[in-house]
């Protein structure tokens, strides 16, 4: 997620994401939300809900629910917490929400998306920036096919014949 996103979500959601200045040994939030920029209203929504959650919860600090780390696998939103007061009302709720309404947005654009696969990746996308998405990967593969071949040829290698990654 680009690093202006990021910050919108650091700085109105401090309590929830206050490890992304810890290190990594500590925390993975350090590398902030490893996802799309087309998921960020997903994750400002399950954020908002998971702050309500624990501002009505008496008995529960802000900062004992804290997220450790946000990222797509496999096409879907993972978000992990850390602490026993995650078990707060609405918390896990708020989580799951997130998780579906992801798996029916598209990470790139936010769009409506399905989950799509490319040369054995998974991500959920749009059928516009699906397009996109196998072009630039299209393009990047002939690009490491060339640069291979360059490198075997500054080896000595023979290339006449068909170089496959």
Aim: aromatic share 8%; charged share 35%.
């Amino acid at each position: 997620m680009r690093e202006e996103l990021t910050q919108r979500l650091y700085d109105e959601f401090p309590d929830l994401y206050w490890q992304h200045t810890l290190p990594d040994s500590e925390s993975l939030m350090c590398y902030g939300f490893e996802c799309g920029d087309g998921w960020y209203d997903v994750l400002h929504e399950m954020s908002t809900k998971i702050k309500a959650a624990v501002d009505s919860t008496e008995d529960v600090e802000p900062r004992d629910v804290a997220v450790t780390q946000v990222k797509e696998k496999l096409g879907s939103l993972r978000v992990y917490m850390n602490g026993n007061k995650v078990n707060v009302d609405g918390v896990r709720q708020a989580i799951e929400d997130a998780s579906r309404r992801a798996a029916r947005t598209c990470e790139r654009c936010g769009g409506e998306g399905s989950l799509k696969k490319n040369h054995g990746w998974l991500t959920t996308l749009c059928d516009e920036c699906e397009e996109t998405w196998k072009a630039d990967w299209d393009r990047r593969l002939q690009v490491r096919q060339q640069r291979l071949k360059m490198l075997l040829k500054d080896l000595g290698v023979d290339t006449s014949e068909r170089v496959s990654l």
